[in-house]
């Protein structure tokens, strides 16, 4: 049976397994950050990488300072037990080229947005969504409901909708979520909170967190913990 079609490990088995390595598991995708000198060097690091990757589980951006890795099994929106040994690979490889795959900095750590829109007729408002934005379809969006839009070349937070049972008009129906690795989420609550921020919701943490800015804009602060 090969990698693709066997169960999915959980998302505490695939922390525990990249963690090591310098990689973190942000909204259904393997993240790492290699270190570079210069936009030549960082493109020489994708360069090495494409390499290894022989089955196009693997995505780039590359930065003057740094090239940022991404990994996950784009037909089924998930992390792989193929994944997991790519990334074992991938750290491996680029190590004996001289590279260190490490979980980001302070000033640059590993995340994804999310756009959340409720909605009470999702079909009625995606249309409009996707018009405007120039997103497209995605048949297993990783770790994000049926029906999410993604930016075609990865630009953008991915946009999702949220179905309502009745009008809310109390408070906003569009909040930002940004998913960060579970060490970093403490640091970026506590500084919302420093920043004139409340926190709104903690009782689904720490999958995620809701906070609000000082005029009740909420957005959330999420991680993979808490969803197996």
Known sequence: MSGDAAPLPTRAAISAAVDPLGWRLVLGRLITHVPVAS?????QVATVAAAVDAHGHLGADLHEHLTVLYLHTRAVGAVTERDLRLAATL?????????????????AVPQTLEIAIDA???PLIRPFWQAVTGYVDDPAPPDLPAGALLDPLRRGPAIWFQQMDAPRPQRNRIHVDVDVPPEAAA????????????????????????LADPEGNEACICTWQGRD
């Open 91 to 107: 750290t491996a490889t680029l190590a004996e080229h001289g590279h260190v795959t490490v979980p980001g900095a302070p000033a």
């Open 39 to 43: 936009l030549r060097e960082a493109a």
């Open 187 to 210: 640091g970026r609550i506590e500084a919302a909170l420093a920043a004139g921020g409340t926190l709104v919701h903690a009782g689904a943490a720490p999958a995620f967190w809701v």
């Open 120 to 122: 009470l007729d999702i």
